[in-house]
């Protein structure tokens, strides 16, 4: 069974300050990909960032890092120079190819983000 | 290039009601999902179709809860004689072919069931 455990419930950092949100992950699938959304209170959902099993390199996309440790099974999230707009609940999402193609999502981190 | 749409946004309803939501996905997206949202918890996967074909049910998906995509296009998610814990949010996302491609939510419609 796939599994995604998010275990920091609320984060909070200072402007300009670099965070990170820590994702682990279990899955037997050799194959699969992780993803990282964020969901302000509005309500949508938005990707951010994806890295998958066999990746070599760790994921970048702008201010958003995905810190990949397969031995350890962890995909942390790491923002850089925050701003009061990523303040928001960011949820770790793993796809295992084999299993199927559902997204399984962790419980999320609710992240604020203080001048 | 429009979202993915969903309606109602907003449903009250009294319990034992049936309920029905529709999802409008990306146009040339042939992947799509149906998934629940309580507060303060991460989406939980309950359906999913490829074109017309539903390939994949959670076991969260009861015997009152139908989901249809006829013709590949929109889709239907249906829930019969509702109960208070069905209230929740139900995102609907679409996703291309491919193992890396990332899901698009639509705004979600949220039921209430008094």
């Known amino acids: 069974a796939q599994k995604i455990t998010q275990t920091q419930p609320g984060m909070f950092v200072q402007e300009k300050e670099a965070v990170t949100l820590d994702c682990t992950y279990d899955?037997?699938?050799?194959?699969?990909?992780l993803f990282w959304y964020k969901q302000p209170s509005s309500g949508e959902m938005i990707f951010l960032i994806y890295?998958?099993?066999?990746?070599?390199q760790n994921a970048t996309e702008g201010r958003y890092s995905l810190n990949f440790q397969k031995a350890r099974k962890s995909a942390n999230l790491v923002i850089s120079a925050s701003q009061l707009g990523d303040s928001a609940m960011y949820f770790c999402?793993?796809?295992?190819?084999?299993?199927?193609?559902?997204?399984?999502f962790g419980k999320g981190t609710t992240l604020s983000v203080s001048s | 290039d429009t979202g993915v749409s969903q309606d109602p946004r907003h449903k009250i309803t009294k319990r034992g009601q049936n309920v029905t939501f529709r999802c409008d996905p990306i146009s040339e997206h042939n992947r799509l999902y149906w998934y629940r949202q309580t507060l303060g918890q991460g989406p939980e996967f309950l359906t999913y179709f490829q074109n017309e074909a539903q390939l994949e049910k959670s076991r969260l998906l009861s015997d009152r809860f139908s989901a249809e995509r006829p013709k590949g296009s929109f889709s239907t998610l249906e829930i019969q004689r509702t109960e208070q814990g069905d209230s929740a949010m139900y995102l609907c996302?679409?996703?291309?072919?491919?193992?890396?491609?990332?899901?698009?939510f639509g705004e979600g419609s949220r039921l209430t069931v008094l």
């Open positions: 899955t037997s699938d050799p194959s699969y990909g």
């Open positions: 999402a793993m796809r295992a190819f084999q299993a199927g193609t559902a997204l399984i």
């Open positions: 890295q998958g099993s066999y990746d070599q």
């Open positions: 996302a679409s996703s291309s072919t491919g193992q890396s491609g990332e899901l698009f």
